[in-house]
């Protein structure tokens, strides 16, 4: 689910350089490597990244381009695999919603039974 994430100029720079090993199935480790920076910076890159309206579009238009051309099954693999966390990552996000909507509206509940019994 894109969200408001505003990128620093070095994140776009070290993205535009991450999109083409994402389609090569690369690790973070080897991404990591590639860059010269440590495995968990390349994870808070990736991870900003995915909340971008940037991110949706590349991805969707990646596997779209593979979709149309299954000759590269690593990459075709890889961008589904992708595609999936995605999804999954937003049912999460619904599911976290509801839950807290349901709290609330649970509490809500409590206290005007609490108010309304009577003494």
Do not use: H
């Not at 999804?87 to 206290?111: A, K, P």
């Amino acid at each position: 689910m894109s969200q408001n994430v505003t990128l620093s100029r070095q994140d776009l720079i070290d993205i535009e350089k991450i999109k083409p090993m994402l389609l090569d199935n690369k690790s973070q480790v080897e991404i990591s490597v590639a860059l010269g920076k440590r495995r968990e910076t390349v994870n808070r890159k990736l991870a900003r990244w995915m909340r971008t309206k940037d991110f949706e579009e590349w991805l969707k238009q990646a596997w779209l381009d593979k979709y149309q051309k299954v000759d590269d099954v690593e990459a075709f693999r890889a961008l589904t695999k992708l595609f999936a966390r995605m999804i999954v990552q937003r049912q999460e996000v619904l599911e976290d919603v509801y839950q807290e909507t349901r709290i609330v509206w649970e509490d809500r509940s409590q206290n005007v039974n609490d108010k309304v019994q009577p003494p």
